[in-house]
């Protein structure tokens, strides 16, 4: 199983970036995908689900209404729309799945929102 994250980068406050993590070695369709996201000296904290089907969606209140998750099962990947962001919004970010009962994670994305 492999999961690599990119779309990471430096953005003022109040932009926007796109995310995205490709999987490989599961049936990618069957699953659940998750990101999470880590930043220095905190938990790691869940951001965002999306069904395997993507019909249905949940975030953490600290990113509703600002960040969108979406999946294209043809193309294995999962995306994670921020738009609004906000400075505490820096962060590792990785997105994650549980084929098989088992966590798996990608390297993660550097996010940091700074003027």
């Known amino acids: 199983v492999q999961l690599v994250e990119s779309g990471g980068g430096l953005v003022q406050p109040g932009g926007s970036l796109r995310l995205s993590c490709t999987a490989s070695?599961?049936?990618?369709?069957?699953?659940?995908m998750r990101w999470y996201r880590q930043a220095p000296g905190k938990e790691r904290e869940l951001v965002a689900t999306?069904?395997?089907?993507?019909?249905?969606?949940n975030y953490a209140d600290s990113v509703k209404g600002r960040f969108t998750i979406s999946r294209d099962n043809a193309k294995k990947t999962v995306y994670l729309q921020m738009d609004s962001l906000k400075p505490e919004d820096t962060a590792v970010y990785l997105c994650?799945?549980?084929?098989?009962?088992?966590?798996?994670w990608g390297q993660g994305t550097q996010v940091t929102v700074s003027s």
């Open positions: 994650n799945s549980r084929p098989w009962g088992r966590d798996y």
């Open positions: 070695g599961f049936t990618f369709s069957n699953y659940y």
């Open positions: 999306i069904t395997n089907v993507g019909g249905n969606r």
